[in-house]
C-alpha cells in the first residue's frame, strides 16, 4: 500500500505552502485527495510530484526569456 501524507507533510516535502495546495485544489490544479473519516487530507506520492512539478513550472515561468527550449529543459533535469 502507498504511503499517505497529510497536507503538512506536502508542503514540506514539496516546498509549496498549505494554503496553497488548498488553493490548487480549489481552482482546479490539483486533484482533490482522499479524507479521513476526521476530514484530514491524505495525498499520495503521485500528488507530491504534482505539486513539485508546479513549483518547478512556476518557477521556469518567473525567470521568463525569450527561449522556450532553456525552460523545458530545466524541467526534465
Known sequence: MARSLTIG???K???V???TIRYYEQI???PSPSRAASGYRFYDQPGVERLRFIRRA???AARGG???RHQASAIVE
Open 9 to 11: 507533510q506536502v508542503a
Open 66 to 68: 525569450s527561449d522556450g
Open 58 to 60: 512556476r518557477f521556469l
Open 17 to 19: 505552502a498549505a494554503k
Open 13 to 15: 516535502t514539496s516546498g
Open 28 to 30: 482546479g490544479v490539483l
